[in-house]
Each structure stands twice: as structure tokens, then as C-alpha cells.
């Protein structure tokens, strides 16, 4: 685009192109999309806004880069929180944090001059657990903060707010947050097949010289159950196994020992933690 970048302005666009496989993913999430593009229409057949998106899936699948690409498309701006950010020890910070967040996205959304803004919220699980009810959790009033800010969005206010939210395990959040108004549009994003596979190894091999034999199809049947950042690190792997043979290009050897070293990664990673 013709659009000119400020000296300063860290802008790292990020389109749906750059996200490999996830298509049923991607396509459910551009048509919610385009239902918040259209939200003047919207508001005027009386239909509720979108307020928030849910994307539950396991690690490393491409969620955070969904929220980026969703900002992008919608021409917003893009703000990212983690949920173990707002937990503290006092009273009332993590909700006063929540609070900030809401009021810096309709802020620098304002300055930037755009007519919406997207809060990603990774690990929403954190402060969205299951309240159960007996005893009081120190941050239940940074969940309380947070769906009260999402009762506070509305279809035809300027800067619009729309907040997706990431987690890994959607079994665990509070069903306050999944009622009809909060986050009532759920988009799974699951572990690759092999040809999403695929089409994530060639968006990481773009910037690499690979041999013009390696055959990628087969990599990408051997990486069975490998996300997407794992065969991100199988890429890069396999270009420093290619740089310690002082070869120019990386090798169909190379990744498959990259693909070793990533699942045994994993293996020790697991080991590690038990
Ligand atoms: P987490 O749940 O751990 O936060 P996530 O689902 O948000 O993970 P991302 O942060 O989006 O995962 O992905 C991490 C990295 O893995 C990306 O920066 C990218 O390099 C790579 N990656 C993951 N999924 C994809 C994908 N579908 N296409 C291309 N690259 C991907």
C-alpha cells in the first residue's frame, strides 16, 4: 500500500498470507471480520455487536499471529496482553491493569486516527478461570474488570474495540465469559494436517536457500503432529546444521535431523517439567 511509515513506528504488518495451513480457521475469522467492518449496518438491524473472539487450540498454532492479521485487515490498531500479566498479589492492579489496557487501545487508536483498535489477550485462561463460587480469588476482580469493559463496547462508538482472546484450555474458563455478548464467536485452531504442514514449512524456507531436490512434501509427512512453531525451529534447525557443514543450502539431511532434534527437544522439554 501507499501508506507512508512514521520515523519511529514499529509496524510489522502481518496478512493472512504468512499464516500457513488453518484454513477453516482463517476463514471463520475473516467472516466475523468483515461482520465488524459492517457493524453500522449491523447496529441498525439491531443486531448485537461483536465484541469478542475466542481461539482455542494447542501452542504455537498461530494464534497470536491470527489476532495480528485480524488487526490488519480490519485497519486497526493492535494491542497484546498476556492474562499472567494482571495477576498480582494486591488488590485491585490487575484490574486497574485491565482498565489501562481499554484505555490505551481507544487512546493510541485515536492518535493513530483509526476507527479501531484489537486487544489480544494470550493465556486468557489466567484471569478467566472457573470462579468457584467458595472462596475468593485475588484476581476475581480483574475478571469482573474485564467483562464489565466488555459490557462498556458498543457497535457504533469510535474507536471500536474488539478483543480476541487466546487459550489452551477453553475447559477452564468461567462461563461468564462465554455468554452471549462476551466472547460468543469460538474459533479452534488445531495442530496442522500434512498439507497445512507444508505450506507452513514454505512460508519459513521464503527467506532461506533450500536445494532445489529437497523434497518438502516428504518433511512435512515426517513432522506428523508437529504446530506450527515447531516446524518454524525445524527450519531454522536445520539452516544451522547446514551453516556447520559450511554448506550454502540447506540439505534434505538437514532437516531431517532438524525434525529429530526438534521432536527429542520436545521429549526433554516434558522430562524437564515432570
Ligand atoms: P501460544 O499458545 O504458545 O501463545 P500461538 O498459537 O499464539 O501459541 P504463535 O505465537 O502465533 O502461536 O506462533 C509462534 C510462532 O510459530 C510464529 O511466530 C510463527 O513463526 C510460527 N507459526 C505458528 N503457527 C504458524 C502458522 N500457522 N503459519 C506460519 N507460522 C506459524
Known sequence: SGQKQRAGEKVSPLTFEQIGGQERAKQELVEALDFLVH?????????????????????????TLLAKAAAQYTDSIYLAAS????????????????????????????????????IFIDEIEVIGGKRDGGQQREYDQTLNQLLTEMDGIYANESPRILLIAAT???????????RP??????????????????????????NKPI?????????ARESFGF????????????????????????????????IDKVMMGEKTDREASK
Open 211 to 219: 536445494e532445489p531436490n529437497v523434497d518438502l512434501e516428504r518433511i
Open 181 to 206: 455478548g462476551r466472547f460468543d464467536r469460538h474459533i479452534g485452531v488445531d495442530l496442522p494436517d500434512k498439507k497445512g504442514r507444508l505450506h507452513i514449512l514454505n512460508i519459513h524456507a521464503n
Open 83 to 118: 492474562g499472567s500479566e494482571f495477576v498480582e498479589m494486591y488488590v485491585g492492579v490487575g484490574a486497574g491493569r485491565v482498565r489501562d489496557l481499554f484505555k490505551e487501545a481507544r487512546t493510541k487508536a485515536n492518535k493513530a486516527k483509526k476507527s479501531s483498535a484489537v
Open 168 to 178: 489452551n484450555r477453553k475447559e477452564m474458563l468461567d462461563s461468564a465469559l462465554l
Open 39 to 63: 457493524q453500522d449496518k449491523i447496529a441498525k438491524l439491531g443486531i448485537r455487536p461483536l465484541k469478542g473472539i475466542l481461539l482455542s487450540g494447542p501452542p504455537g498454532t498461530g494464534k
Open 227 to 258: 504446530s506450527g512453531a515447531q516446524l518454524e525451529s525445524v527450519m531454522n534447525e536445520a539452516a544451522i546444521y547446514a551453516m556447520r557443514d559450511s554448506s550454502e543450502q540447506i540439505a534434505e539431511n538437514h532437516l531431517s535431523m532438524a
